[in-house]
């Protein structure tokens, strides 16, 4: 069974950085793309980042500069360094990985507000 499970979420001022933890069981991490996405109220989900088994990534245009994604093949897990956050950064992030099909993490919420 694949479980992915996030952390790092909470409240930060405008300005402030967080970082996402996720930690991934069940299938071959090594070997396949991890992402995170996010949801916002009253919003579609929107890829935030992904990086591939290789190391490439892939960043959404509005956190280009802000935002680093990273992976740690021996512990299984991916991380989102969010920098200068600013309010519509808020949303729910969403752990992923991408095997046979793609599986999901339950999300962690992210709320920037003063």
């Known amino acids: 069974q694949v479980r992915l499970v996030e952390s790092g979420g909470g409240l930060v001022q405008p300005g402030g950085s967080l970082r996402l933890s996720c930690v991934v069981s069940?299938?071959?991490?090594?070997?396949?793309?991890v992402g995170w996405y996010r949801q916002a109220p009253g919003k579609e989900r929107e890829l935030v980042a992904i990086?591939?088994?290789?190391?490439?990534?892939i960043y959404q245009d509005s956190v280009k500069g802000r935002f680093a994604i990273s992976r740690d093949n021996a512990k299984s897990a991916t991380y989102l360094q969010m920098n200068s956050l600013k309010p519509e950064d808020t949303a729910v992030y969403y752990c992923?990985?991408?095997?046979?099909?793609?599986?999901w993490g339950q999300g962690t919420q992210v709320t920037v507000s003063s």
């Open positions: 992923t990985i991408r095997g046979s099909t793609e599986y």
């Open positions: 069940g299938i071959m991490f090594s070997r396949n793309t």
């Open positions: 990086i591939t088994y290789y190391g490439s990534t």
